[in-house]
T-cell receptor, first 114, second 113 residues
Framework: GENVEQHPSTLSVQEGDSAVIKCTYS??????FPWYKQELGKRPQLIID?????GEKKDQRIAVTLNKTAKHFSLHITETQPEDSAVYFC?????????????FGKGTHLIIQP | DAGITQSPRYKITETGRQVTLMCHQT?????MFWYRQDLGHGLRLIYY???????DKGEVPDGYVVSRSKTENFPLTLESATRSQTSVYFC????????????FGPGTRLTVL
């Protein structure tokens, strides 16, 4: 099955700086890569996603890049703000038979230092 | 949030007891999923369902049973709860026209003593 590795497990940045979280996946057939943000005690919320036919996608301060050859994708947050502090999960979906679920990375705890 | 609810939100039970967690959605979405979230493991798929009466195993199905007699409900049953099943359980749904984007319910925190 699919395996997703996520790094780093903890990331501390100064407010206003950029943050980058990286994920690698094992199955080259994976075609969908979402990122979720989870605040303490809350549900994971989708913040951005990318499909394998696209190399980059942006939404205001958030961007995701995908390198299919290297099988890795990254989340970029610019001009970080205190409300960006949360745990971020990357995921990948392998298009096996049926609507099987996502395979998640183990998460990155992003800490924004004031 | 995406018309998905879970009940109960918190549950404490004892080893060996049967527990059922409910997931209910109001959007008539086809696909529903159950995940468990544990420190150090992230989110792991337990079971999923493509439609009523169609279910399949995910990564960690042992010790769990699901059913889906109605499109809007997807209960998860722990037939004989064990301490290792202490976790936060999330249900997720996605629309039939977009089987990629998944929306999560608020979660159920289960403690097995």
């Amino acid at each position: 099955g699919e395996n997703v590795e996520q790094h780093p497990s903890t990331l501390s940045v100064q407010e206003g700086d950029s943050a980058v979280i990286k994920c690698t996946y094992s199955d080259s057939a994976s075609n969908y890569f979402p990122w979720y943000k989870q605040e303490l005690g809350k549900r994971p919320q989708l913040i951005i996603d990318i499909r394998s036919n696209v190399g980059e996608k942006k939404d205001q301060r958030i961007a995701v890049t995908l390198n299919k050859t290297a099988k890795h994708f990254s989340l970029h947050i610019t001009e970080t703000q205190p409300e960006d502090s949360a745990v971020y999960f990357c995921a990948a979906r392998f298009p096996g038979g049926g609507a099987d679920g996502l395979t998640f990375g183990k998460g990155t705890h992003l800490i924004i230092q004031p | 949030d995406a018309g998905i609810t879970q009940s109960p939100r918190y549950k404490i039970t004892e080893t060996g007891r049967q527990v059922t967690l409910m997931c209910h959605q109001t959007w008539s979405h086809s696909y529903m999923f159950w995940y468990r979230q544990d420190l150090g493991h992230g989110l792991r798929l337990i079971y999923y369902s493509a439609a009523a009466d169609i279910t399949d195993k995910g990564e960690v199905p042992d010790g769990y049973v699901v059913s889906r007699s109605k499109t809007e409900n997807f209960p998860l049953t722990l037939e004989s709860a064990t301490r290792s099943q202490t976790s936060v359980y999330f249900c997720a749904i996605c629309r039939a026209d977009s089987t990629d984007t998944q929306y999560f319910g608020p979660g159920t925190r289960l403690t097995v003593l």
